[in-house]
């Protein structure tokens, strides 16, 4: 922990392969890691850490501010802003351009909602390219990465972000495209890159969008 106002908690980690001492802010998550070699002595790597408060707190500065999405709030969703609000039914649903949430614990249940609209928004972008492409993939799964919006793997494995789906549609038809287009083309060469404008010719403003918006997506959490 960096004393101060505000403090700032710091992750220290040691590895055996780094060669000198590095401090990151995560674009997508805030979280300040400290890295030090395996031998050298955590005072020193605490003095360095005061050293570089300046600049530390100016990074932190210039993160996006998290987005809470709760009752009374908006949920960006599909590039739109859904207002959320309680409802007196049993089920979560969207109606009328509104979330409306059963009484209970409303961050879990906005996470489901988002979730699930996310794999349906997605299979069906995945089942449309990989239609084209003539590769039918494997498997879909959805997680939460921070490197990454999308993989494939050599067997014919989809992973996407769920995160894209508060995403514009182009952004996340974009990343579907990118992925599938992988079935084909195991790499990212101009051979990759025809498949992708072939099956997504406006890729080009979608991948610009991720760059200049995605860290924002990582930002957003549910709460109460």
Same mark, same amino acid.
Request: with cysteine; net charge positive.
């Given at each position: 922990?960096?004393?101060?106002?505000?403090?700032?908690?710091?992750?220290?980690?040691?590895?055996?392969?780094?060669?000198?001492?590095?401090?990151?802010?995560?674009?997508?998550?805030?979280?300040?890691?400290?890295?030090?070699?395996?031998?050298?002595?955590? %005072?020193?790597?605490?003095?360095?850490?005061?050293? #570089? =408060? +300046?600049? /530390?707190?100016?990074?932190? !500065?210039?993160? &996006? @501010?998290?987005?809470?999405?709760?009752?009374?709030?908006?949920?960006?969703?599909?590039?739109?802003?859904?207002?959320?609000? %309680?409802?007196?039914?049993?089920?979560?649903?969207? #109606? =009328? +351009?509104? /979330?409306?949430?059963?009484? !209970?614990?409303? &961050? @879990?249940?906005?996470?489901?909602?988002?979730?699930?609209?996310?794999?349906?928004?997605?299979?069906?972008?995945?089942?449309?390219?990989?239609?084209?492409?003539?590769?039918?993939? #494997?498997?879909?799964? /959805?997680?939460?990465?921070?490197?990454?919006?999308?993989?494939?793997?050599?067997?014919?494995?989809?992973?996407?972000?769920?995160?894209?789906?508060?995403?514009?549609?182009?952004?996340?038809?974009?990343?579907?495209?990118?992925?599938?287009?992988?079935?084909?083309?195991?790499?990212?060469?101009?051979?990759?890159?025809?498949?992708?404008?072939?099956?997504?010719?406006?890729?080009?403003?979608?991948?610009?969008?991720?760059?200049?918006?995605?860290?924002?997506?990582?930002?957003?959490?549910?709460?109460?």
């Amino acid at each position: 922990m960096l004393k101060g106002n505000p403090p700032i908690a710091v992750t220290l980690r040691r590895s055996a392969r780094a060669r000198r001492l590095t401090l990151r802010v995560g674009q997508a998550d805030g979280r300040v890691t400290l890295t030090l070699p395996h031998r050298l002595p955590e %005072r020193e790597a605490l003095a360095f850490l005061v050293s #570089r =408060e +300046g600049w /530390l707190r100016a990074r932190v !500065g210039e993160l &996006a @501010p998290e987005h809470l999405v709760r009752p009374g709030g908006v949920l960006p969703l599909e590039g739109q802003e859904v207002p959320v609000r %309680r409802g007196e039914g049993h089920r979560t649903m969207l #109606r =009328e +351009g509104v /979330l409306w949430l059963p009484p !209970g614990p409303a &961050a @879990p249940r906005i996470a489901a909602f988002v979730k699930l609209r996310a794999r349906d928004r997605l299979a069906a972008a995945a089942d449309r390219h990989a239609a084209a492409l003539g590769r039918p993939y #494997r498997r879909l799964t /959805l997680r939460d990465t921070r490197s990454r919006w999308g993989s494939c793997t050599i067997a014919g494995d989809l992973m996407f972000n769920w995160r894209l789906v508060m995403a514009p549609p182009e952004v996340l038809d974009y990343v579907a495209a990118h992925e599938v287009a992988h079935l084909a083309e195991m790499n990212h060469g101009p051979a990759f890159w025809a498949l992708v404008a072939r099956l997504f010719p406006d890729h080009a403003q979608a991948r610009a969008w991720l760059k200049a918006e995605g860290a924002a997506l990582h930002r957003i959490r549910f709460g109460d």
